[in-house]
């Protein structure tokens, strides 16, 4: 049965406190730094798609320069303390340290990451001084990853800028779209007053393009306009029952577990959750901690396609979810409007597909799971009909862009993140956000 306010407050407190807990102690963090090799020509500076200096910021932390530490991080990453949390680091900076080749355990880096972007945000240090403005002004379309990253790049080169926002927070995914445990809601307020502390930034929320903002508006008012509005239409089964209570988007419970509180979300006692990336793991493992019985993540395909990582699933495993692989769903039954079972297909591998991963084939084989919640996690569509409303070129939804640097089809029109890509990671839509920026300084040269 779905209820809400399952848990009391302390098992809320202890279900979804910190994962991946900070140092203790200054003489704890100096112990890893100094583990560093500092190698020449860095994989794990390679491997992050911000392009941080990982042996710098290290050796500034080993030499207790914790402000050298933290700008250094900003510099390239202005998200780096909220990246330090949520990013997969297994498979990007922490996953390319030379220790793993010697059986040794890596160097935490996202831990050193953590530990000087904490002090920087806690001490409030001004670490960057904005230049005299210029008078560009700048639209910038979404406070996500992308969007704060752009503006912070902008404003840092004396460019007037106004973020435009339809939630009531800004953030994007960090505030509204990863697990509770990974990263508070206080923290992503903190994280934007420290980033909008520069100045020259400002942020009008409620404010959603196409519906109250007009691109063909924004273009005559500002100098330059950048879309970092990301993805946010869930993706249909396209299933019998779909539209029975008790069937749920992913991102949609996420987002209720961030800005209602987890006593006021309701769960189910049976749960299934369909897909196998960031988000369903997030989901299934949230709905095991709101006080769910049981569980269980159904993927059509096996372990070795799975798009989340290896240590994300093993959080899943570890909260006591159950898995199916090779199976898709098909049919969702109910009694009196609400979910009552989950049908399913077995699934068999055949030749890879247009991702590159054995495509899924049905078998004819059917099994049915008694549920009473059926969460959907298997990814999100463009905004489509906004995008070719407002005369962009684009494929799918997906907005088309000349090169690394966000130039769209529409003069003085920039566009990076989700938005462009589909939707990656957060360190990857702070760096479009960057060479966005740089793009966009370029072009306010010429008018």
Known sequence: MIRDNRLTKEQYDRNFSDIHPPFETRDAALVDANRCLFCYDAPCTKSCP???DVPKFIKQIATDDIKGSARTIFLSNIMGGGCSRVCPVEKLCEGACVYNLMEEEPIPIARLQRYSTDRAM?????????KPSGGHRVAVIGAGPAGLSAAHVLSREGVDVTIFEKEEKGGGLMTYGVAAYKVTPEYCAEELDYILSLGGITVQYGAELGKDLPLEQLREEYDAVFLAFGVGLARRLDIPGEE???VVDALRFIYSIRADGFPSVPVGDKVAVIGMGMTA???ATQARRLGAGEVTLLYRRTEEEMPCTK???????????????LAAPCEVIGSDGRVTQ????KMELGPPDASGRRAPCPTGETFAMDVDMVIKATGQMPFEQMVDAGGLSHHGGKIETTGLHGITSLPGVFAGGDC???GKEVVDA???GKLSAAAILSYLQTV
């Open 50 to 52: 911000t392009g941080i």
């Open 122 to 130: 806690q001490g409030k240090w001004p670490l960057f001084v904005r």
């Open 244 to 246: 029975l209570n008790g």
């Open 281 to 283: 793991i997030d989901a």
């Open 311 to 325: 240590a994300e699933l093993e959080i899943a495993r570890l909260d006591g979810c159950r898995i199916y692989w």
């Open 342 to 345: 989950l049908r399913c297909e």
């Open 420 to 422: 462009v890509n589909g």
């Open 430 to 432: 702070v760096q479009a």
